[in-house]
């Protein structure tokens, strides 16, 4: 039976992950810093353990006695946390890093690494019509700062692990995911839970503006877990040796997210843009040529539908919280 490593199984993506692989049928151990009672989903199935992944022997003892790994820990974030925490989020290097020469020494056959769209050069991205992003598009590198360029030396790092180890690595580049179990406040949220939160808070307490950030016509994409979930799993077990991009190509401005929210929530809101908080490009989308010429498929949930799972659920935890009186998030 095949035994599974997800690093970052108490974050977001990394906790539907496992459920899924568990789900399989695999024996997975899901591995994060956070004390279990954080983690978004706990899957009572799996070897669940709490380690810092930054120190090297916490790496092998992870990895001790399995087959494959899917890294998704990092420190990271919204815009709100990446444009805050350069330094923070280069530290991820050293999980990266660490797991890899794990991998290599505990005979790993395969590994996956979570990437992202803030790989890709930041002179590509000025426009709000952005045409899409293409995977060659990542160089001549000008990565986002902090963020984009831990991102892009660890895939390198993939790259050259796999060459000189013999190790199958797989590296997809993720444009933004939302949906369930998500961040949505605390400041590491990202566009689509924040504005639910937004709009779910003046649905429930009479609120009659919102605070968007920048002009709202900075434009992107965004990709349901449910269709990330998947893309990942595909994208690990094929044939594909380059990074790829894993994201949907429905680009949309903030500004029609949140019209997106309101119609959702039945309420209509002043808008208040405030051009001083962090925005990022003005225009990114995936360009999914090379993920539909090897898999025969990309991520495809209309933004509409996923949102609509996504502000439920999320209205479901705010209600919680407000009845108890407590956060039900922790970070
Ligand atoms: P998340 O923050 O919800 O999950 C990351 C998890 O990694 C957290 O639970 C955190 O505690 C854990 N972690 C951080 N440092 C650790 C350490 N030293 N040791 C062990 N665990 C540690 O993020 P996510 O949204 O689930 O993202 C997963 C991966 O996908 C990350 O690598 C992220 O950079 C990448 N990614 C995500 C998005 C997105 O939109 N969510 C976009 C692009 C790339």
């Not at 494959?68 to 280069?90: P, S």
């Not at 269709?227 to 500004?255: A, F, H, R, T, W």
């Amino acid at each position: 039976m095949k035994r599974i490593v997800v690093a970052g199984a108490g974050g977001f993506i990394g906790g539907h992950l496992v459920k899924a692989l568990v789900a399989h049928g695999y024996q997975v151990r899901g591995v994060d810093k956070k004390p279990l009672n954080q983690w978004y989903q706990v899957t009572e199935e799996a070897d669940n353990l709490i380690l810092d992944l930054m120190i090297k022997e916490n790496c092998y003892q992870a990895l001790n006695g399995y087959h494959e790994v899917f890294n998704l820990a990092a420190d990271m974030g919204g815009m709100g946390f990446i444009e805050t925490h350069k330094a923070d989020c280069m530290l991820s290097v050293l999980i990266n890093t660490h797991l890899l020469m794990a991998a290599r020494d505990k005979g790993i056959n395969r590994f996956f690494y979570a990437s992202s769209a803030c790989v890709y050069n930041a002179t590509k991205q000025t426009d709000t019509d952005n045409p899409g992003l293409r995977e060659s598009d990542a160089y001549p590198a000008m990565a986002e700062d902090g963020y984009g360029w831990e991102k892009l030396f660890s895939e390198r790092m993939c790259r050259h692990f796999s060459e000189d180890y013999g190790i199958i690595v797989r590296v997809a580049r993720f444009h933004n995911v939302y949906g369930p179990f998500g961040t949505y406040d605390g400041g590491r949220e990202k566009a689509p839970a924040a504005l639910c939160r937004k709009v779910i808070d003046a649905e429930l307490g009479g609120v009659k503006d919102i605070v968007i950030w920048g002009d709202g016509l900075q434009t992107r994409s965004f990709m349901y877990i449910g269709d990330c979930i998947k893309g990942i799993q595909d994208i690990m077990y094929s044939n594909i040796e380059e990074p790829i991009n894993l994201g949907s190509s429905e680009m949309v401005s903030i500004n029609q997210l949140a019209d997106m929210a309101e119609d959702i929530g039945g309420v209509k809101l002043d808008r208040l843009y405030d051009l001083s908080a962090p925005k990022g490009v003005r225009g990114r989308n995936s360009e999914n040529t090379l993920i539909r010429h090897y898999l025969n498929w990309e991520p495809s949930t209309p933004l509409i539908d996923g949102l609509r799972q996504t502000y439920a659920w999320i209205r479901e935890q705010m209600i919680v919280a407000k009845e108890s009186k407590k956060p039900v998030r922790f970070n």
